[in-house]
């Protein structure tokens, strides 16, 4: 009688096993098909985000051939201000993607932390592991391939250059960057460069003159009339000397120039970078074009040069023969 009793225990532990083991493999399968979801969901909204970057980088390069083409005379500022709300409907589409990215991730990591808790306690030793390592490494897998999906941002590169023209040559010490170029931009017009705040860049080289003198010759802060028109900017960028006489080597060196002329802009290096140095929406585009925000003559300079690089017949039409 006793055999039996044992042998009936015997059949009931074994159908109590049973019954657990097939709670852990369901348990298993949710977990995993938690985990791989999740992974797969923080995928797509990686190649969600990359996709907002770029939209943002075609938006911020047609808002900057906008403007060129604005300062040339050829359009309105209609355009400009609808270029601009197309950069910002970009960018607040990168930060909803960037939103939706983050929540993938505490997803994954929900997921995660699911798979440890409900690790059952009383299972066999091969059951535990195959529960807690499989959706790792399956999620370790997937994850490399969302790392990829999302690279560091990257500057952009240089534009092309116009239709029989070779690409420009960036010094080494000035690459292209787009964000000194809209710093240079707002330089370039900004008066307060000057000695007495009244002679910007743009005094001398006005964009509706192909960013040339005209006549009758420009007066600096001295209020005289200079002695020389000043030459067009347009393709100044392939010049091998800068200056009528070639007494420059480079944009930097020629920029430097006539900020310094005491009878052009009449600045001294320190006085040009402490005068917009107290600017706050000088300070962001330091920041954006350098990586902080100090300001410096030799950054001013610069910023001036990057944009006049972009200076071309293909940003400016009007100066096309």
């Known amino acids: 009688m006793a055999r039996w009793r044992t042998a009936g225990e015997i059949a009931q532990a074994e159908a109590v096993l049973a019954q657990r083991q097939a709670e ?3 348990t ?3 977990i995993e098909a938690q985990v791989r979801q999740a992974c797969l969901d923080l995928e797509a909204a990686a190649g969600q985000v990359e996709v907002a ?3 943002v980088q075609v938006a911020q390069e047609t808002l900057e ?4 083409r604005m300062e040339a005379g050829v359009i309105n500022t209609v355009e400009v201000v609808q270029a601009q709300q197309t950069v910002a409907s970009a960018q607040l589409d990168l930060i909803d993607s960037v939103f939706a990215h983050n929540l993938a991730k505490l997803s994954l990591a929900r997921a ?3 798979a440890t808790d409900r690790s059952p306690a009383c299972s066999t030793p091969n059951g535990s592991i195959a529960m807690t390592v499989r959706p790792l490494l399956f999620c370790l897998l997937l994850l490399g391939a969302v790392g990829q999906a999302v690279p560091p941002a990257e500057a952009a590169p240089p534009p092309a250059p116009p239709l029989g023209l070779p690409p420009v040559i960036w010094p080494a010490d000035n690459p292209y960057s787009a964000a000194r170029v809209e710093l240079g931009r707002n330089l370039f017009f900004d008066p307060r460069l000057s000695s007495n705040g009244r002679v910007a860049c743009s005094t001398c080289h006005p964009p509706e003159h192909a960013f040339a003198g ?3 010759p420009p007066r600096g802060v001295t209020g005289t009339p200079l002695r020389r028109r000043a030459p067009t900017l347009i393709n100044r960028a392939y010049g091998r000397s800068q200056f009528l006489d070639g007494r420059a080597a480079t944009l930097e060196a020629q920029i430097a120039g006539p900020m310094s002329a005491p009878d052009e802009m009449g600045s001294l290096p320190p006085a ?3 005068a917009v140095s107290g600017i706050a929406g000088y300070a962001r585009l330091f920041e954006e074009a350098f990586g902080d925000r100090q300001v410096t003559f030799d950054r001013i300079t610069k910023a001036i040069a990057s944009l006049s690089g972009r200076f071309s017949r293909a940003t400016h039409p009007t100066t096309a023969s």
């Not at 051939?65 to 060129?68: H, S, V």
């Open 24 to 26: 852990l493999d369901d």
């Open 28 to 30: 298993r399968g949710q």
């Open 53 to 55: 970057r770029k939209n």
């Open 65 to 68: 051939m906008t403007r060129a």
């Open 112 to 114: 995660l932390g699911h």
């Open 214 to 216: 005209g006549d009758p």
């Open 272 to 274: 040009a970078a402490g």
